[in-house]
């Protein structure tokens, strides 16, 4: 993003902090605190991912006085998280209080990664303040769960209320942790590692209440890895009866494991297909060379040129390619070329050769032809 309207120190920090931190951080909400010059930007609201949702933390710098540190103003909900306090984080991370701490005593506005090392060190104490409140819940089963799980690395959790709405206890659990998906790509297209995540909600049951109900569990990645590897395709397996996480993880991280591999591996079954249309159509005008989700090539039946799109979802070739035909030489009353239906029924066997299967979808392509260039012709008879 640009800076503009932000002094030079202040938008090398927050340049430094957007493309360091492991975390896609955001900002919203710039204004200015400057009564000189309103037109100076100085405070700004970050948007910061935790738990499978966002948390907002205002920024306040002060551009009359730019070699003081800035000042945090944390969630309203998050009244009693102080950072660089004893109380919130454990005995072990003492270290961490004291650098923050003179971080902020010892500021150097002319160091861009100050800001960056305060954001950083801040959420890894808000892990830890959550993780307090959730442990302080008068829940037996979730206090059984968080003992179970504590071990697994990156785990978030939070408390979840409303005024409307019952206390809730949501966990954010990391998935095949073993598994780099970023590595397992020739050419990795993402800047950050890419992670899926369990999330658990378990409503808050007292002890004078029935016996609790199923927790609801849902995946999430992020939008990135939908091109490879969509987690809505996932079936999460049933929850049982007095089940717990650490009972309910490792059948699941060995399904993702496998279909995982099987998405990555669909990737050289889409090029290894795309490959055997040019037998047939040339090479394609363009395709997408990541992932292989779609290629587009040109052709013409006698003097009738047009364009095919192929569009790949990930499950092929269990799940044939979309298909979009365009004319090249008709444009409608909007003066767009002419483009046909999706088609999304031809013959199709995911138990072909890829020859076969491009063999049967020109076939398929040179009848077609007839029908979408009569469509066309009428298109344009129409205006």
């Not at 209080?97 to 971080?103: D, E, G, N, R, Y």
């Not at 861009?112 to 959420?123: C, E």
């Not at 819940?137 to 709405?165: H, P, W, Y």
């Not at 020859?355 to 007839?370: I, K, N, P, Q, S």
Request: net charge negative.
């Amino acid at each position: 993003m640009a800076f503009e309207g932000f002094p030079p120190l202040i938008a090398d920090q927050l340049h430094y902090l957007l493309n360091h931190s492991p975390d896609s951080i955001k900002i919203e909400n710039v204004w200015s605190g400057n009564k000189i010059n309103p037109k100076i930007l100085d405070r700004f609201t970050l948007v910061i991912p935790y738990c499978l949702d966002n948390i907002k933390w205002d920024v306040i710098y002060n551009s009359e006085y730019s070699i003081d540190a800035p000042d945090f103003v944390f969630g309203p909900d998050d009244e009693d998280f102080v950072p660089c306090s004893s109380t919130i984080v454990p005995d072990d991370d003492d270290d961490q209080i004291s650098s923050l701490k003179k971080a902020l005593s010892e500021w150097d506005n002319k160091d861009s990664k100050r800001l960056h090392v305060l954001i950083q060190g801040f959420r890894d104490q808000y892990v830890a303040y959550q993780r307090r409140r959730v442990g302080q819940v008068d829940d037996d089963r979730v206090k059984f769960e968080i003992s179970t799980v504590l071990t697994r690395k990156g785990i978030e959790m939070q408390m979840v209320s409303g005024i409307d709405k019952p206390e809730e206890v949501k966990f954010a659990v990391p998935l095949v942790m073993d598994m780099n998906i970023n590595k397992m790509m020739v050419v990795c297209p993402w800047k950050h590692q890419q992670k899926i995540y369990l999330q658990v909600v378990y409503p808050i049951v007292r002890k004078i209440e029935s016996t609790p109900s199923a927790p609801r569990l849902k995946l999430v990645s992020s939008s990135e890895l939908k091109a490879l590897f969509s987690v809505d395709d996932v079936k999460l397996p049933p929850w049982m009866n007095e089940m717990c996480l650490a009972e309910y993880l490792p059948h699941l991280e060995e399904t993702l494991e496998r279909q995982i591999q099987e998405a990555v591996s669909a990737i050289d079954s889409r090029r290894s297909f795309i490959e055997a249309l040019t037998l047939f159509l040339g090479r394609p005008l363009e395709a997408d060379p990541t992932f292989c989700r779609q290629a587009t090539f040109l052709t013409a039946s006698g003097q009738f040129t047009f364009m095919v799109h192929f569009f790949f979802s990930t499950q092929f070739p269990k799940q044939q390619p979309t298909l979009v035909l365009q004319s090249c030489q008709h444009l409608n009353q909007s003066s767009v070329p002419v483009k046909s239906n999706l088609f999304t029924e031809y013959p199709w066997s995911p138990r072909w050769e890829v020859g076969r299967m491009a063999e049967r979808v020109c076939d398929f392509l040179t009848d077609e032809a007839v029908n979408f260039k009569k469509y066309c012709n009428e298109v344009v008879l129409q205006h």
